[in-house]
């Protein structure tokens, strides 16, 4: 893996869209604020690796966290599953990074609507204790859901 870090931006991109391809997870999370009527939509990428080098890699170039997760029923090192969670703002750049590099149609929906989302998100950004938003504003976020939805659902 050490190799790769020595490689041109644009061949990292590369490997990094292909493997994101391959082991991922993009939603947008409807998040209910208990005892309010408030709900929140965030952004979360994921990426699984049973590689522990691969994931310091994606943290390394766009942040986020790592999570490791042994298997209970064979509690060895060599079946321990780590995978990297972005749902910050570094999640834009990832996208715009691997965007070019997407193979699937889908995968490359999915990223597409994430950005625009994204955008959405960062525009009618709104600080705490501020003007609630707008009915306009939770329907256009709660329309990016759906469409995520419809794209994240197996056929």
Request: proline share 2%; charged share 30%.
């Amino acid at each position: 893996m050490k190799s790769l870090i020595n490689h041109e931006t644009n061949e990292l991109n590369y490997y990094f869209g292909g493997y994101f391809e391959s082991r991922h997870s993009i939603c947008i999370a409807k998040i209910k604020v208990k005892n309010t009527k408030r709900v929140l939509y965030q952004l979360r990428l994921k990426l699984f690796s049973p590689e522990k080098s691969v994931i310091k890699l994606f943290k390394q170039n766009f942040g986020g966290c790592t999570i490791s997760k042994n298997n209970k029923k064979y509690a060895k090192p060599k079946n321990t599953k780590w995978w990297w969670s972005c749902n910050s703002e570094a999640t834009i750049d990832f996208l715009y990074a691997i965007k070019p590099y997407i193979q699937g149609k889908k995968l490359l929906k999915k990223v597409e609507l994430a950005i625009r989302f994204r955008k959405f998100q960062l525009k009618s950004y709104r600080r705490w204790g501020n003007t609630k938003s707008s009915n306009k504003i939770r329907k256009k976020r709660e329309e990016f859901y759906q469409e995520m939805r419809r794209l994240n659902k197996k056929r």
